[in-house]
């Protein structure tokens, strides 16, 4: 029998003891033997809990059981979450997390102890809730050099999108929905805000270099700004808005970004609604790859953690393949230097100078003010543009 703990009997940690009672013999017969969760650590009153012999308030309650071999961590944050995880590595516990702030910020740190302990520190639950894409990344695809990764990697932020397109709903409106709906974090400027994402990007262009892509190098722009406005000319030229979470490596280097992009209909990024995750990675062998399904959510991400246990039960050991080492910010590509097409928006009485300073576009008539998309170019090519035309009312980057 294979003993595990866990931190946090939050919305997650509650859905990973659900998992393991519910599903108690799939989980046998997958492990090899039977898992069981022998003490849960939260601060809360749980004694009405049917299980509350169960629940602790104290950490060395389980660091220091020599029964316990594997640790979840789904208690979020970094404070007391990054002491704790290093204190079990420390002393030879694999730790599974769904904690997508630590695992971006320190993970190369704990990969390093968990190397030296031989145990592991498995983190699929932390990007796209439920759906796998650590372990593809890690695993299955890695015949390939990983050229692209990028997709919606926040449920919360596609929820308001959605509700934006579907309902011609407010920014303000969908996101009083949303909170309602429990969908948003306890704060939620980290989801619309693009932070949330840029963590799950960093991650997952981590994996794909083996450097820590580190957030703060990362342009990060959110959904507050989108209006009905922006969603009318998305429509009038046969595209959706997203927010998108995207990494790319070119000649050793590499980029991430997260930022509303316009996404062409016939896209697949385009087909994700509601709370719904996507991300496509694409591969210079395997072309393109894409993964679906809920991002958030107690079951679909305690699946993703419990999945971890049971890799961690059927092998222990350190394995290289799912770790990082330091950022190497000389890697990084400026967001300047990021080429793409872009929409923009200007007032009417900007137009005359367009064709001279931005050459050929395509017009979007019919709308109240003015809008074009460009030819390809550089941000920073964009931005000189902008500045010369005399400022713009909006601009968006179109998805490829
Ligand atoms: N707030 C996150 C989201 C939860 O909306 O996607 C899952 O990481």
Same mark, same amino acid.
């Given at each position: 029998?294979?003993?595990?703990?866990i931190i946090?009997?939050?919305?997650v940690?509650?859905g990973?003891?659900e998992?393991?009672r519910?599903?108690?013999?799939i989980?046998?017969k997958?492990?090899?033997?039977?898992i069981?969760v022998?003490?849960? /650590?939260d601060?809360?009153?749980?004694s $009405?809990?049917e299980e509350?012999?169960?629940f602790?308030?104290?950490f060395?309650?389980l660091?220091?059981?020599?029964? =316990?071999?594997?640790?979840v961590?789904?208690?979020g944050g =970094?404070?007391f979450a990054?002491d704790?995880?290093k204190?079990?590595?420390?002393?030879?516990k694999s730790v599974?997390?769904?904690?997508? &702030?630590?695992?971006a $910020?320190?993970?190369?740190?704990?990969?390093?102890i968990?190397?030296e302990?031989n145990v592991r520190? /498995?983190y699929? $639950?932390?990007?796209?809730g439920g759906?796998p894409i650590?372990?593809p990344?890690?695993?299955?695809?890695?015949?390939n050099? !990983?050229?692209?990764v990028s997709g919606i990697?926040?449920g919360?932020?596609n929820?308001?999108?959605t509700?934006m397109?579907?309902?011609n709903?407010?920014?303000?409106?969908?996101?009083?929905?949303?909170?309602?709906l429990?969908?948003?974090?306890?704060? *939620?400027?980290a989801?619309?805000?693009? =932070?949330d994402?840029?963590?799950?990007?960093a991650i997952?262009?981590?994996?794909?270099t083996?450097?820590k892509?580190?957030c703060s190098?990362?342009h990060t722009?959110?959904?507050r700004?989108i209006?009905a406005?922006?969603?009318?000319?998305?429509?009038?030229i046969?595209?959706?808005?997203?927010?998108?979470?995207?990494?790319?490596t070119k000649?050793?280097k590499v980029?991430?970004?997260?930022e *509303?992009m316009?996404? *062409?209909?016939?896209?697949p990024?385009?087909?994700?609604w509601d709370?719904?995750?996507?991300v496509?990675?694409?591969?210079n062998?395997v072309?393109?790859?894409m993964?679906?399904g809920?991002?958030?959510?107690?079951? *679909?991400?305690?699946?993703a953690?419990v999945?971890d246990v049971?890799d !961690?039960?059927?092998?222990?050991?350190y394995n290289p393949?799912y770790?990082?080492?330091?950022?190497?910010?000389? $890697?990084v590509i400026p967001?300047?230097?990021v080429t793409a097409?872009?929409?923009v928006?200007?007032k009417?009485?900007q137009?005359?100078?367009?064709k001279?300073i931005?050459g050929?576009? &395509?017009?979007?008539?019919? !709308?109240?003010?003015?809008g074009?998309?460009t030819a390809?170019m550089?941000v920073?090519?964009l931005?000189?543009?902008i500045?010369?035309?005399g400022?713009a009312?909006?601009?968006?980057?179109l998805?490829r």
């Amino acid at each position: 029998m294979k003993k595990i703990a866990i931190i946090g009997f939050g919305v997650v940690g509650s859905g990973v003891y659900e998992i393991i009672r519910r599903n108690k013999d799939i989980l046998t017969k997958k492990a090899g033997e039977e898992i069981d969760v022998k003490k849960i /650590l939260d601060i809360r009153d749980f004694s $009405a809990h049917e299980e509350a012999h169960l629940f602790t308030k104290d950490f060395n309650d389980l660091v220091n059981d020599g029964e =316990i071999d594997i640790v979840v961590e789904t208690m979020g944050g =970094i404070k007391f979450a990054y002491d704790y995880t290093k204190a079990l590595l420390e002393k030879g516990k694999s730790v599974v997390t769904s904690n997508k &702030e630590l695992v971006a $910020a320190h993970g190369d740190e704990f990969f390093r102890i968990a190397k030296e302990n031989n145990v592991r520190y /498995l983190y699929e $639950a932390s990007v796209g809730g439920g759906i796998p894409i650590i372990r593809p990344l890690a695993c299955d695809a890695s015949a390939n050099d !990983i050229v692209e990764v990028s997709g919606i990697l926040n449920g919360t932020t596609n929820y308001i999108l959605t509700k934006m397109f579907k309902e011609n709903d407010s920014f303000e409106s969908a996101l009083k929905t949303a909170q309602e709906l429990g969908y948003a974090e306890k704060d *939620p400027t980290a989801d619309v805000d693009g =932070i949330d994402a840029s963590r799950k990007i960093a991650i997952l262009m981590s994996l794909v270099t083996g450097k820590k892509f580190d957030c703060s190098l990362m342009h990060t722009e959110g959904i507050r700004n989108i209006t009905a406005e922006d969603v009318t000319y998305a429509a009038a030229i046969g595209c959706t808005i997203k927010l998108i979470g995207c990494g790319y490596t070119k000649d050793g280097k590499v980029n991430a970004s997260v930022e *509303p992009m316009l996404i *062409p209909e016939n896209c697949p990024l385009a087909g994700v609604w509601d709370v719904f995750n996507g991300v496509m990675v694409t591969g210079n062998m395997v072309d393109s790859l894409m993964f679906y399904g809920r991002g958030a959510g107690k079951l *679909p991400t305690a699946s993703a953690v419990v999945g971890d246990v049971i890799d !961690i039960v059927r092998n222990s050991s350190y394995n290289p393949y799912y770790s990082w080492g330091e950022c190497d910010e000389s $890697a990084v590509i400026p967001y300047d230097e990021v080429t793409a097409r872009f929409f923009v928006r200007i007032k009417e009485e900007q137009k005359e100078k367009v064709k001279e300073i931005f050459g050929d576009t &395509e017009i979007i008539k019919g !709308i109240s003010d003015y809008g074009f998309v460009t030819a390809k170019m550089s941000v920073k090519e964009l931005n000189c543009g902008i500045e010369k035309i005399g400022g713009a009312v909006s601009r968006m980057r179109l998805y490829r």
